[in-house]
């Protein structure tokens, strides 16, 4: 989906398909692509009509491996999330069947995104508490161990009090998530209510790692503490799936009809 000018404002993608024949010749490229460097089956945001903004895109799927035209662009260095490739996609005049086009038209890409936006959002939310209970463990662990001034950092009613507002964001978090998954289920999850469930889980993810890497001191800081990978990790959880000022406004507009 994103491309260097187009983020969370999908309908704008410059990226572009056209009808040659019985083929489409795909123009354009993208950036920031989870597991770019890798995939040999990508599926393409692109515009089938660039005068229609949302309904000219479609989804269409490129099989990579001999694809005349299409280039990987350099593995892009990250913050975190270093366990999987980020890359550049160019596409130039790269042909592809018109059989490839996913779902029965052209022009049905962007509903097709919208569609599945509220379970990726979710999912985020989900992710965010796996974070928390996992930071959370390490950090008990730690502070367990650890001593200062002759007793265990967590004897120190600071750190029992970090610790406490900690899991009670995680236990809060929790309910949320399982009221989406249990809506997500009997399909009467909404896109505000997945907007909540990003916005606030990848807030109260950063918030608990920024306190959990405190109570580590100088350790937390270290890249072989899990904590320093799990805050490096934990900050682009407010950036993709749509940036978190995003799902406000997407909150928002549900109060406003």
Known sequence: MTE????SDLQNVQTHAEKDGNHYKIN?????ITNGHTADLVVVVAKTDRSAGAKGVSLIVLETEDAVGFRRGRNLKKLGMKGSDTAELFFEDVCVPTANLLGPEEGQGFYQLMKQLPWERLMIGVTALGFIDFAIAETVKYVQDRK???KRIMDFQNTRFKLA???TKAELLRSFVNDGLARLETGELDAATASMAK????QMQNEVM??????????GFMM???IARLYADSRVQM????TNEIMKELIARSLDV
């Open 148 to 150: 200062a001034f002759g």
């Open 239 to 242: 950036i993709y799936g749509g």
């Open 224 to 226: 072989e503490y899990p």
């Open 28 to 32: 354009g490229s993208k950036i920031f």
């Open 165 to 167: 507002e900690c899991k």
């Open 199 to 202: 916005w606030w889980g990848s």
């Open 210 to 219: 920024h306190e959990c890497l405190q109570l580590h001191g100088g350790y």
């Open 4 to 7: 260097p000018g187009t983020g």
